[in-house]
């Protein structure tokens, strides 16, 4: 194919959305990606699945009662939108939470993705109602994980390249948009040298040719920063959050890197809220890495104590689960970079999940008895978090709490006094006796055993740390791990960039993470979690199926 309708940059789940989309109408398009073919889907291959759905039958068989009025008061409370360009971030904002209230999950549906039948509890805010948080559970996991997000609109996609509707050119680097006349004509870069990895892992970056396409219409969508901690440090947002840690785990692979941006700016794009980002409080060192600093998150149930490099107990609403950005400011104005759970095995076993797709292959093998056997009849934690447990450096395990200490203080500085950390726990263990409380993450831990996909898989019953039936004790420390770019690209609805003048650039769009989502940050401040696949899949679609674009 010498020549196309639409050049798309970057070969993600938004991507792959857009281009099935314009290929359904047919058009034709070129989707160039730096990677190995077997990168083919970006990060939501490696994520965990979940999609934010509104008023969904998995919801209602749990007797959720959700609505599109409720989600959008969650997501209007937790973006918190206040500049001036919010404008398009909030339309789609209202845009996003109309299709997952609506049209989002039969579409899906038809294409052949499903999801697990307990919907998760993300995020839950642990403020007042109209402030951040979910106020109920809308976190739907992919049958199949990330690649089974990935694998209908791959499928899509493969179709199209069959046909001759859509042709995929890997390692091929763009590195200008090429404009005349402040028209966007087409793209220019480097043939990198073969160097087939396994998914996710560094490649080289030397190249061994150049390459110039043109188009009537240019799509980017290359993804975020969270590979490059350079960047990230040079966009945080300090007078909110404080100085950016000293130490950082990766969350995403190297290649995450946000070299677009600057490319597009050159064409005029007008990039805004970068300040505006989504990074993780409960990070820990893959024992067994994939890319560079490669960092896991603990998602994690509600029960497990939480407390600061210091050994102090972290206050609402930082809780496990409830307010990301809260607890970040909190965990970064000790002075320190890490904070500590600290659980019994019980609390393990039940509540403690990693995210990736490939710490989940029960999910990702869609197997049904694997599911059941290591995460309903499990006596011990899944194979993958026994085994973090077993060789991560993070995880420290004692019978007694005493050594449980002498543990977090070889490898959290000599911080910790026991006996502050021991009358802290014993507060707690004398509220377990009755079930009321003034403990506010007890009161949060019954309240999410009334919902029964609580109870069931993700909340121990009560019980005292401090009891050796319960043991054994087990602290782990937490590292600030990157992942989401929750600005972007100014985008009107169909994907159009804008420029600094808030006018649309011909022939220029974006969708996914590089335009925030959509309009340039469709999140606002605080993401309520499955809204990044979720606006990957739906930016990719407006911008294919815009009139506007080819």
């Not at 975020?224 to 995403?252: H, S």
């Not at 946000?258 to 990070?283: C, F, L, P, S, V």
């Not at 998150?297 to 407390?307: E, H, T, Y």
């Amino acid at each position: 194919m010498d020549s196309c309708d639409t050049i798309i940059v970057g070969g993600g789940l938004a991507g792959l959305a857009a281009a099935a989309e314009l290929a359904d109408r047919g058009k034709t398009a070129i989707i160039l990606d730096q990677e190995p073919e077997n990168f083919l889907g970006g990060q939501a291959f490696w994520s965990l699945g979940g999609l934010f759905l509104v008023d969904t039958p998995e919801q209602r068989r749990l007797g959720i009662k959700d609505s599109r009025d409720l989600a959008l008061s969650d997501w209007m409370g937790s973006a918190q939108f206040d500049r001036e360009e919010d404008y398009w971030p909030r339309k789609w904002a209202e845009a996003y939470v109309d299709f997952a209230a609506g049209e989002m999950r039969p579409w899906l549906h038809e294409m052949g993705m499903r999801w697990f039948p307990i919907v998760g509890w993300a995020e839950r805010g642990g403020s007042f109602a109209d402030g951040h948080g979910n106020s109920v559970p809308r976190f739907h996991l992919t049958w199949g994980v990330g690649p089974g997000t990935v694998e209908p609109f791959e499928k899509r996609v493969r179709a199209h390249v069959k046909a001759g509707r859509i042709e995929l050119r890997f390692r091929h680097q763009c590195s200008n948009i090429i404009t005349e006349n402040n028209v966007v004509k087409g793209v220019s870069g480097e043939v990198l040298i073969d160097d087939v990895k396994e998914r996710g892992q560094s490649t080289s970056r030397e190249f061994v040719g150049q390459f110039e396409l043109r188009a009537p219409s240019v799509l980017v969508t290359s993804g975020g920063i969270g590979g490059n901690l350079d960047l990230v440090r040079k966009v945080w947002p300090r007078d909110r959050l404080g100085e950016p840690p000293r130490e950082m785990i990766a969350g995403v692979p190297a290649h995450v890197d946000g070299r677009m941006i600057a490319i597009t700016e050159a064409a005029g794009g007008r990039m805004i809220n970068a300040d505006r980002m989504w990074h993780y409080t409960e990070g820990v060192k893959n024992w067994n890495p994939i890319w560079p600093n490669h960092g896991i998150r603990i998602l994690p149930g509600p029960s497990s104590m939480w407390f600061d490099a210091t050994g102090n107990r972290l206050k609402p609403p930082c809780l496990p689960g409830f307010d990301t950005l809260s607890t970040l400011r909190e965990i970064l104005a000790t002075g320190h970079d890490h904070s500590w759970f600290v659980m019994t095995q019980k609390i393990l076993k039940k509540e403690v999940a990693l995210s990736g797709s490939e710490q989940n292959p029960d999910f990702a093998a869609k197997s049904w008895l694997k599911v059941v056997q290591q995460r309903l009849l499990n006596k011990q934690a899944t194979p993958a978090v026994e085994a973090f447990k077993q060789h991560g450096e993070d995880f420290i395990v004692a019978d007694t709490l005493e050594d449980l200490v002498a543990g977090m203080n070889q490898k959290g500085g000599d911080l910790i006094e026991i006996e502050k950390l021991r009358a802290q726990i014993v507060a707690r263990d004398r509220q377990i006796d009755n079930p009321f409380t003034k403990d506010a993450q007890l009161m949060a831990v019954h309240a999410a055993r009334n919902y029964r996909g609580d109870k069931l898989m993700r909340t121990a019953k009560p019980h005292r740390f401090l009891d050796a039936e319960n043991g054994p004790l087990i602290a782990v420390k937490l590292h600030i791990i990157t992942r989401k770019t929750l600005g972007g690209f100014e985008t009107d609805l169909n994907g159009q960039v804008l420029n600094a003048q808030g006018e649309r650039i011909e022939g220029l769009f974006a969708a996914g993470e590089v335009s925030g989502f959509g309009g340039g940050g469709y999140h606002g401040y605080n993401a309520l979690e499955g809204s990044f696949l979720g606006g990957c899949i739906f930016s990719g679609r407006q911008a294919g199926r815009s009139e506007t674009i080819a």
